[in-house]
């Protein structure tokens, strides 16, 4: 079972841009999914997740600009960024927990970069 996210890249501030993270292999079921992010230098730290019913939590420095989204049938969650600030600048995870033949785990994927910057 693997997570691939998608959607990072170079944006000007004021910019948007939108995530994905698509979740691949034997799986049973997936609960709860998020992002996550990681800027130089700093711990990583949560952005936003939701459940599998679609309530969905927020970082209070994101809560108003960004906005996260799943599909249950495409084991896919989503994360439209706007109002992109240079704070934003970061490596953006994505992260699930997924049940599989063994059992509960908690998956990350590989990070996509996204850079705010004039």
């Known amino acids: 079972v693997q997570l691939q996210a998608f959607g990072g890249g170079f944006v000007q501030p004021g910019g948007s841009l939108r995530l994905s993270c698509a979740a691949s292999?034997?799986?049973?079921?997936?609960?709860?999914m998020g992002w996550y992010r990681q800027a130089p230098g700093k711990q990583r730290e949560l952005v936003a997740t939701?459940?599998?019913?679609?309530?969905?939590k927020y970082a209070n420095s994101v809560r108003d600009r960004f906005t996260i989204s799943r599909d249950n049938a495409k084991y896919t969650v989503y994360l439209q960024l706007s109002g992109l600030e240079p704070e934003d600048t970061a490596i953006y995870y994505c992260?699930?927990?997924?049940?599989?033949?063994?059992?509960?785990?908690?998956?990350w994927g590989q990070g996509t970069q996204v850079t705010v910057s004039s």
């Open positions: 939701i459940t599998s019913g679609g309530t969905a």
């Open positions: 992260s699930a927990e997924i049940e599989t033949v063994v059992g509960w785990d908690d998956i």
């Open positions: 292999g034997d799986i049973f079921s997936i609960n709860d």
